[in-house]
């Protein structure tokens, strides 16, 4: 069994017509090094939006920068530690540089596999300040720009994940961060007076290094083989068994920052393959 991350195509990305996709406005993706972050980062550049991808892997994420811009996309990477709220300040200040702040798309992440009474603390306070703490000040540095900007508007997505909204054994510190930028998406957006959006998009397994990673460890924990981990645990409540592709969730995000998304304020969009309200 062999399940690889996929390559995209400009075939593939939702491009909408759309007045604040300008080239003149900013867009920032974070774990724009791999996966999901790769393929929204190149899906805003693609349509048409000065996009500034963050990630500490520096040699991934020029690589993103460079299938963007092979793609006739405009796109600034900048190596970025999210736990490090210097660097936070300072990546935002730059791409505040290159135009008017309007989207940002909190994506970055990462997984432990364990039960709650041996998870270790270190783990919880990694995972933490990078998906949960890192967005929220993410949000407080950008919210700012959007509201200086011309017409004073500005969207923010959030990656969640099926775990918001139901838990799954030994991934309790993914759960309560994906349950807590649900609160993050509403917050801002209850402060935002309609202008400054707010949103997550929450989905299934996708083909990224963060799921497929994880696939030998389910199997030792839950004492099957990876195989039956893809089936029965990954897919095994989905109506549709085939993982989505990374690119399939960027275009969710393209959609959600677009001007046909405007009452999408707080909301969650739920691409899960029918896991969560069908069972």
Same mark, same amino acid.
């Given at each position: 069994?062999?399940?690889?991350?996929?390559?995209?195509?400009? /075939?593939?990305?939702?491009?909408?017509?759309?007045?604040?996709?300008?080239?003149?406005?900013?867009?920032?993706?974070?774990?724009?090094?791999?996966?999901?972050?790769?393929?929204?980062?190149?899906?805003?550049?693609?349509?048409?939006?000065?996009?500034?991808?963050?990630?500490?892997? /520096?040699?991934?994420?020029?690589?993103?920068?460079?299938?963007?811009?092979?793609?006739?996309?405009?796109?600034?990477?900048?190596?970025?530690?999210?736990?490090?709220?210097?660097?936070?300040?300072?990546?935002?200040?730059?791409?505040?540089?290159?135009?008017?702040?309007?989207?940002?798309?909190?994506?970055?992440?990462?997984?432990?596999?364990?039960?709650?009474?041996?998870?270790?603390?270190?783990?919880?306070?990694?995972?933490?300040?990078?998906?949960?703490?890192?967005?929220?000040?993410?949000?407080?540095?950008?919210?700012?720009?959007?509201?200086? =900007?011309?017409?004073?508007?500005?969207?923010?997505?959030?990656?969640?994940?099926?775990?918001?909204?139901?838990?799954?054994?030994?991934?309790?510190?993914?759960?309560?961060?994906?349950?807590?930028?649900?609160?993050?998406?509403?917050?801002?957006?209850?402060?935002?007076?309609?202008?400054?959006?707010?949103?997550?998009? =929450?989905?299934?397994?996708?083909?990224?290094?963060?799921?497929?990673?994880?696939?030998?460890?389910?199997?030792?924990?839950?004492?099957?083989?990876?195989?039956?981990?893809?089936? /029965?645990?990954?897919?095994?409540? =989905?109506?549709?068994?085939?993982?989505?592709?990374?690119?399939?969730?960027?275009?969710?995000?393209?959609?959600?920052?677009?001007?046909?998304?405007?009452?999408?304020?707080?909301?969650?969009?739920?691409?899960?393959?029918?896991?969560?309200?069908?069972?």
């Amino acid at each position: 069994m062999e399940i690889k991350e996929p390559e995209i195509t400009r /075939d593939q990305i939702l491009v909408l017509p759309d007045a604040n996709f300008s080239v003149e406005n900013v867009c920032i993706v974070t774990g724009a090094g791999t996966g999901i972050g790769r393929a929204t980062a190149i899906a805003a550049a693609a349509n048409n939006l000065m996009t500034v991808g963050l990630d500490i892997n /520096d040699k991934e994420g020029k690589r993103t920068q460079k299938i963007a811009r092979d793609m006739g996309g405009q796109m600034i990477f900048i190596k970025t530690d999210l736990c490090n709220d210097e660097e936070v300040a300072q990546a935002v200040a730059d791409a505040a540089k290159l135009g008017a702040i309007k989207f940002v798309a909190n994506i970055a992440g990462l997984q432990h596999i364990d039960s709650i009474d041996n998870f270790p603390m270190e783990k919880y306070d990694l995972m933490q300040r990078l998906m949960l703490r890192a967005p929220f000040l993410i949000s407080k540095l950008t919210i700012p720009y959007m509201r200086k =900007s011309k017409d004073g508007v500005g969207v923010i997505g959030h990656m969640a994940s099926i775990h918001a909204h139901i838990c799954t054994r030994n991934k309790p510190v993914y759960n309560i961060t994906k349950f807590g930028l649900r609160a993050l998406a509403q917050s801002i957006s209850a402060e935002g007076e309609g202008k400054i959006r707010s949103f997550t998009v =929450s989905t299934g397994f996708i083909k990224t290094p963060l799921a497929l990673n994880q696939i030998p460890a389910q199997a030792v924990q839950r004492g099957i083989t990876p195989e039956e981990v893809v089936r /029965d645990v990954m897919l095994g409540k =989905s109506r549709i068994k085939e993982m989505m592709d990374p690119v399939e969730v960027a275009n969710i995000f393209i959609y959600g920052f677009s001007r046909y998304a405007k009452y999408l304020i707080g909301g969650d969009l739920l691409f899960d393959g029918g896991v969560v309200l069908t069972y």
